[in-house]
């Protein structure tokens, strides 16, 4: 069964660093494009960052500078690394990928995700 197994959530002080790892089945990591994905409570699910078909990275306005997305591709396993976290970090994150040719993922649009993780939570306290 194809999936995504999000890992690395945890409680953190506001300024503080958390990696998430995500899983990914071979057939997903290899005919997709994968990103990050997030929803606070109370609030629409948003993009975070994507990696896109040609490899290039698109990051929301609000992590630009702050979190970065790298892939481990023996191990199939697509990462966020987030730093100098803000209370308004704090959500369930997902990992999502969209089938190429990665139409609506690049613009970190929710509508043609094809796959979702189960989620990790990331908590920040300030």
């Known amino acids: 069964q194809e999936q995504l197994v999000e890992s690395g959530g945890g409680s953190v002080q506001a300024g503080g660093s958390l990696r998430l790892s995500c899983a990914a089945s071979?057939?997903?990591?290899?005919?997709?494009?994968m990103g990050w994905f997030r929803q606070a409570a109370g609030k629409a699910r948003e993009g975070v960052g994507i990696?896109?078909?040609?490899?290039?990275?698109v990051y929301a306005d609000s992590v630009k500078g702050r979190f970065a997305i790298s892939t481990d591709n023996a191990k199939n396993t697509l990462y966020l690394q987030m730093n100098s976290l803000k209370p308004e970090d704090a959500a369930m994150y997902y990992c999502?990928?969209?089938?190429?040719?990665?139409?609506?993922?690049?613009?970190?649009?929710?509508?043609?995700?094809?796959?979702w993780g189960e989620g990790t939570q990331v908590t920040v306290s300030s």
């Open positions: 999502a990928a969209e089938l190429r040719p990665c139409t609506y993922i690049s613009d970190l649009k929710t509508n043609g995700i094809d796959y």
């Open positions: 071979g057939y997903i990591y290899s005919t997709t494009c």
């Open positions: 990696i896109s078909s040609d490899g290039s990275l």
